[in-house]
């Protein structure tokens, strides 16, 4: 994807909290957004996905501004997978039908159609057998999986993660992460918020740290990890890797 900012702000009330970002990737398959919390990474991935407005600025996404008004948004939201934390699904519905429920409802398949598409999505990723169970039913692991399989069902443009493994233990930990490089193999598109350095180091190709909302460095994977040219991203490093 190609990926632009131009001066993105957001303000909530009387805080500022993105303070004129710029940015330009050519061409990115993986941006991870890491830094301290609060920094405002939540907000700029919500900002991309149109969940929420930026106060000033311009995103464009290959080339195409996002246009802030709720009509606009509506397309545009249905063009973007997004992963949250947690609470990504409807806990009365089963897997299958939180698959087939958008497939339906905002991307006009018919009941039939949707189905299909669900029970191949989950086969393909190893979760059939989970199909009739609903969320409660499901370990956190499988959960995010189902999420993730969600947001993909819908071939999105791009893949939103806002920190897709912190509310899960280590070994659920490895199995959404490897489903994420999984499809970062088959050359999707990701914008990744994570903690996990390790993961972010192994899939990012670019990374950005935001600390109070500024970007305080932004550069190749390897760049950030190795040679970090501010000191925000050394304390940041050093502060997230200590243990
Ligand atoms: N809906 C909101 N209303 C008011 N303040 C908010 C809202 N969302 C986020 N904030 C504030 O914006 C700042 C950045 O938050 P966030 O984007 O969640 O940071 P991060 O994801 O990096 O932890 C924080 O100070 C947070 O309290
Ligand atoms: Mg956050």
Sequence with gaps: MKLVLQNVA???GPQRVLDNLSLTLEKVHTLALIGPSGGGKSTLLRILAGLEYPTSGTVLLNDAPIVYREEELLRHRRSIGTVFQSFNLFPHLTALANLTLPLEKAHGHPPAAAREIARQLLARFRL???ADKRPAELSGGQRQRIAIARAVAIKPRVLLFDEPTSALD????GEVLDMIEELRAEGRDFVLVT?????ARRVADQVALLA???IAELGPVAQIFEHPTSQVTRDFLARILKY
């Design 128 to 130: 059939s057998d989970h």
């Design 170 to 173: 280590p070994e659920m930990t």
């Design 10 to 12: 957001k303000d909530f």
């Design 212 to 214: 109070h909302g500024r």
């Design 195 to 199: 903690h996990e350095m390790g993961f």
